[in-house]
């Protein structure tokens, strides 16, 4: 029954909202996006359910660490929730950079970027962070949100398709595009996170806040283990906690957001 509600919701929201956007206000402002796109309304920071909870309480954590002019940084930026919302905290003298290397999430972006004409528009780049420059395979089932390196992120019971996309160490990135140091990173690539992190050893070095999203039932598929995140976490000089408070992040990992913040 709730999806069927939530399917009529989005039928309503589609005939409403079609040529303007649906609106998202916060703190005095207004932003506005395509019909299902919005990010998650903070009053849900206490939701019993995990995902729509973190979601909330990723919003607060956004507003609450990005002013006027900072540089942030969204990983796996799928149709800009977040890196819009980023767009209206840094303002028009700081910056936003998204990283989706899904084609069709990438549309979706670019259309909700164009309902904020007020903002100042982010730094789109058509890839994937991951531990190495190249070309990796990308699974996507026409841009939802669980689009992966990883198939086993996927849906099963949906058609996948494969493409090939551009990787980036984010490291070798900034320091080929970019002289100052982000504030905020915001990852959340559907079980390449431990990936993404090995390729940003000198921003976590930095003073940069970190948030990301764990999918541990794609690490099998990655080659990884809580371990090595957890050594990443320790070379770093850094501490892993739950965004939601619920105590350690201890092995063998589960789903969930953590914040990987300064020792």
Known sequence: MSALIHKLVLILKTILY?????PYSFGGKTLRFTPGSRPV???????TNANVRNDALQVDLVLSSLKEGD?????????????????ACCGS???V?????????????????????????????HAACSDTNGTATF?????????SLAKSAL????ATKEISVSTFRLDDWWAKERSDVPAFVKIDTEGAEIHVLRGMPKILASNAKIVCELHPFAWDEFGVTF?????????SGRTMKWLDGRGAVQSPGEYGTVIIERA
């Open 41 to 47: 309304r903070t009053k849900y920071r206490d939701s």
């Open 227 to 235: 371990q090595d995140l957890e050594t990443i976490i320790v070379q």
């Open 71 to 87: 540089t942030s940084v969204d990983i796996g930026a799928h149709v800009g929730q977040y890196g819009v919302l980023m767009s």
């Open 97 to 125: 950079i998204c990283f989706e290397p899904d084609p069709d999430a990438l549309t979706r972006l670019k259309q909700n970027i164009a309902l904020n004409p007020m903002l100042k528009s982010p730094q789109l780049v």
């Open 18 to 22: 079609s040529r303007s956007g649906e």
């Open 155 to 158: 849906p099963q019971d949906r």
């Open 139 to 147: 699974f996507t089932q026409g841009g939802n949100s669980q689009s």
């Open 93 to 95: 003298s700081g910056q």
